[in-house]
């Protein structure tokens, strides 16, 4: 025989129906919402990773001429035909002076127009992308006009590594390498602020040491000493490091977690480390050099490459970073020491207040 008993959830004890439960239709605002955020997250994250690519180029590159003015400007003026807008020209007095330009990355490359010739130079290692298509284009250009060219790469990548891909590379390590020791630093030394900018500065120290002796020695990535590359990167991770601790000590979580993703989702693919910041577009590479992983990029591929040359605003900008950072810590470090100097203080006036015993209520 058929069970006709009526389910608990219809009726009630009583005999009345039971009220309904909760339909899912409160919560859906809440789920369009966290869709609709979720959906402009992934577009935003997509649009940071892959349009300054999408957009890079040349625009505006700095480049020097040299030779008779009629021949250079006749060059000068088949350049921009061949690539509109590509390259800013200047003028400089003889050979030698272009090659110091270059060297000290005044200019990306040059021409020295003389005898019906044209002798390019180029500094692959500052940025291969501007030195291809500044070669390409200047031999196009020259090609049109029936002259001859010449490549003279004044700073080329090393053998074993020829793209530059261990120095282009850094970005993310570098990001990660900031921000991971300062979350340890001040996991393992939670009551400690001086143990923690210790901790971060002498992980800065040997973890650029330790990455730049690998890029030097194992990936063969650069020639020559890798003290001046490796302070360069040891600075670059103490420029993350100790803001973000300065930040915690001062703000909270909150200000460590934004300054964090914006190294991440902004420094990240912004800095420019394969390319240069000129290869970027102008704002976004401008922008990009203000943050650590940027100027940390510029300042490391000039201290590998360049001897250390064309590096002095990186460098400041870097200082500026940990000095901020420090004097972060010192704020925070002082509202510390005055919030529990106040809780010691009430501690201490509770009992001459109100010496009879409080009742808990229940």
Known sequence: MPDTTPPISAVSRSGAAAPAAPGAGRHLPKFAASLLALTVIVVVLLLLFVLPSLKSGARDLPIGMVGDTQAVQVLEDQLETVAPGAFDTAAYDDEAAL?????????????????????????TAGSAPIAGSLTGSVTAAAASLGMPVAVDDLVAFTSDDPTGIGIGGLAFPLVFGGIVPAVVAMRVFKHSLRMQLASACSFAAVGGLVVTAVLRFWFGSFDGSILLPAAALALGIAAISVPLIGLQSTVGGKGFTALAAS????????????????????????????????????????????????????????VVWVVAGVGLCVLGARRAAAAQAEADATADAAPLADPTPELALV
């Open 263 to 318: 190294m991440m989702f902004l420094g990240n693919p912004l800095a420019g480390i394969g390319t240069s910041a000129a290869w970027l577009p102008s704002g976004l590479g401008l922008f990009g050099q203000l943050l650590p992983p940027g100027s940390t990029g510029t300042l490391v591929r000039s201290a590998a490459y360049f001897g250390g040359r064309g590096a002095g605003s990186a460098l400041v900008i870097l």
């Open 99 to 123: 090659r110091t330009a270059i060297l000290d990355r005044s200019v990306v490359g040059g021409v020295i127009v003389e005898n019906g010739s044209a002798l390019l130079l180029t500094a």
